[in-house]
Structures are given as C-alpha cells and as structure tokens.
C-alpha cells in the first residue's frame, strides 16, 4: 500500500494535537491544583464527588438541625432546674409550717408572700421561650403556654427534628408533661371542659378503672398559699407528698431531656467523623499530585518535541522548497 505524502501530514498532525491536547490538561491540572475540572475527565469519579458534595450539604443541614434541638434542650433543662428548686422550696415551706407548735398565723402570713412569688416564678419559667417560640406549648409556640392563674394553654405537640438520615428527635416538652404528675389524667381533664353535665354519659365499668391522682405544680402552689392564708395545716400537710411527686416528676423529665441532648453530641460527633471521611475521599478523587503532575507534564513535553523533530523527516521537501 502506498503512503501518500497527505496521508504522513494527518497523522503527524493527528498524533501532536493529541499530545497537546495531553499538555493543555496537565497545565489546567497544575493551574488549579484539581484532576477533575470537568465531568468528561472521570465521569465515575465525577459523580462519586458530586454524591460526597451532597452528602455533605445534608450534613450540615443535620448539624444546624442538632444546633436548633440543643438550644431549645438546654433552655429547657435550665426552666426545669428552677421548677425543681421552686418544688424544693415550697415543700420547705410547707414542712416548716405544717405543725402548730413550729409556726403561727403571723408567721404563715409571712411565708403566704414568698409562696406567692414562687407561683409568679414557675409561671415565668413555663413561659420561658427562645425569641418568639415558647418552650412548653407544645405545637402552640407563639403564646405563652400558662396564664397568670396557672392554666395550661398548650396541647401534646412533639416538634421533631431530623438530626442525621431518616433519624428524628422531639425538641421539646409538651407543658403537661411537665407540671403535671400523670400528663393522660390532666389531659383527660382538659379534654371534658366545655361539656356541661347534661352532655355527660353516665360511666360505665371500663370508666370506673382508679387512675392514680394527678398534681400539678401550679395547682399545688395555690393550695399551700391558701392553707397558710387560712391557717390549715391540715391542707399544708398534704402539699407535703404531693411537693415530693412533683419534683421526682421534675428530675424524671431532666433526665429525658439529659438523654435527648447526650444524644445529639453522639449524632453530631457521628456527622462530623462523616464530614472528614468524606472530605478525605473527595480529596483522593478530585484533587491532583501536583509533583506527579509536574513530571507527566515534562515527559509529555518530550513526546511533544519529539514528535516534531520526527515530522521534519517524515515530511519530505516540495518542488517548490528545493527550488528555494
């Protein structure tokens, strides 16, 4: 078969606009420090980067999500904290005055007071909020969930947060779950206001089953200042058990929420570790070796020159040029 002097010029042409071509990717390579600059360089190891970039935008959505949960955990742990110590010093209260030989009427007088100021302080800390969202109203966060008289006026609402792949966790505290000591019992209560006794039926034998009495701390504290108004020791006594079921009630729901926030420092931790693998993979399939990238460029440099020299000898001299 016959070479022809044009079939010499394609593939010498042919054979350096590919080893320039080479060249111009190693020169973007060492530019901008990465060996993927765009997807038809490694379709595969594109796609594996843009999964890992996806897989981290996600990650951090679940971090703020964690951040947002721990905020409101610990606001709450801390409203908790001050329900417990009003718990405790109201049973203080009631136990100093609960025998006649220990207090008087002016002295029950005196404590009335400072019982009055431990209701106006666990309805603040039920009021607690974090910029415009309330802590305990559960779904309703943008009213205060007690009222001056100490009703509730929130419902059962758990907000829940989604802080790693198909893993959620409540936020929050519904408020009856927290002054009160039987939450079903309260909301039962809540439930019937409204029905005037015609509506009532009658009870049948399932509706007879004893259910353990509920307290609440609101309703408690009102009770202790009225019997040391009155002078009923009888009623100071009883706060006395009921103060008690309260508070275990209270460190019971700070031990819930010390799991939920030990929780999201596991999850976050877990995330995090995640990030760093991810971050190192990314690393091994997007960026370059630069020294590596350095000597290919070189090498192709050679081949390129070589190439040159080559086609000086492959290209044989025109009429025209002998003339010359």
């Not at 010093?89 to 009631?94: L, S, W």
């Not at 809540?190 to 609440?216: F, H, I, M």
Request: hydrophobic share 35%; no cysteine.
């Amino acid at each position: 078969m016959r070479v022809t002097e044009g079939t010499n010029y394609e593939v010498i042409r042919d054979s350096m606009r590919r080893s320039k071509g080479r060249m111009e990717g190693l020169q973007r390579q060492q530019a901008t420090l990465k060996k993927l600059n765009a997807p038809s360089d490694d379709p595969i190891g594109a796609s594996k980067v843009l999964e890992l970039r996806t897989d981290k935008v996600n990650n951090d959505q679940f971090q703020m999500n964690a951040r947002l949960a721990q905020s409101f955990l610990d606001n709450t742990d801390h409203a908790l904290e001050e329900m417990s110590e009003i718990a405790i010093r109201a049973k203080e209260i009631a136990l100093s005055q609960a025998s006649g030989a220990s207090s008087t009427n002016d002295t029950r007088l005196g404590v009335a007071e400072e019982v009055t100021q431990l209701f106006n302080r666990a309805v603040s800390a039920a009021n607690r909020r974090i910029g415009d969202r309330y802590l305990f109203g559960g779904y309703k966060t943008q009213r205060p969930p007690v009222d001056s008289d100490g009703r509730y006026q929130g419902d059962q609402g758990q907000m829940m947060v989604e802080i790693a792949k198909d893993v959620f966790l409540s936020m929050n505290l519904p408020g009856l779950d927290v002054f009160n000591t039987h939450p079903e019992s309260a909301l039962d209560g809540k439930r019937q206001q409204g029905y005037s006794a015609q509506q009532r039926q009658p009870a049948t034998e399932l509706d007879e089953t004893p259910r353990a009495e509920n307290v609440n701390l609101f309703d408690e504290l009102q009770n202790l200042r009225i019997g040391l108004l009155t002078g009923d020791l009888d009623s100071i006594r009883s706060t006395l058990e009921r103060f008690d079921d309260l508070q275990a009630r209270l460190v019971a729901n700070r031990a819930k929420v010390g799991a939920r926030i030990q929780g999201l420092e596991s999850s976050t931790n877990a995330l995090e570790r995640h990030n760093v693998t991810n971050a190192q993979l990314n690393q091994a399939l997007e960026d370059a070796d630069i020294a590596q990238v350095v000597s290919d460029l070189a090498k192709e440099e050679t081949v390129f020159r070589s190439a040159l020299a080559s086609s000086q000898k492959l290209i044989q001299p025109t009429l025209l040029e002998f003339l010359k």
